[in-house]
């Protein structure tokens, strides 16, 4: 089961390390290597959640997967954590050292979700009116493509969603219609 606190703490002395040893965006970098690697393989994050496989097999597992694409400040600190027998939480780790890193540096996740997929001048026009209306200096866009939506758009970032699709209007109209309002007024 992840434990979000526990992920926090470790994140933060990572994090702290980094900082520390001037390794910071190289340590963020890795991270997003090993969340992206997390992501493209549910079978290498049940190796490291597995309670059946010993602590030297995950070690040579992770280093087979790891060893070439980050630094040795990471590599250390993921070969500790196996140690410790704590890497069944390295995926919420990393998670949440890249949410640490973006509020350290001022970073929003925006997470746009529209019914066919954008073009990158599209995208770069969203950036820069979300930056225009939020007054965030640095806006992180991720874009998703939902065909459920009909049109429009689905916004969402810092616990805000705006849902300007035309899939809304349509529940918004049946709504409308199923409470009767008009036939009141008549």
Known sequence: ?????????YAKSLLDLAIEQNQLDAVHADMKYFQAVCAQSHDFVNV??????KADQKNAIILAVI??????????FIVLLVKKSRESALPEIATALIEQYNALKGIHQVSLTTAVTISDELKKTFEQKIKEETQFKTVELTTHTNEDLI???VLSFDNNLIDASIKRDLLDIKKQFLSNEFVAKL
């Open 48 to 53: 490291l959640r597995s309670p059946i496989i």
């Open 67 to 76: 060893k070439d694409a980050v630094s040795a400040l990471s590599l250390s």
């Open 1 to 9: 089961m992840p434990n979000v606190r526990l992920a926090g703490r």
């Open 151 to 153: 049109g429009g758009f």
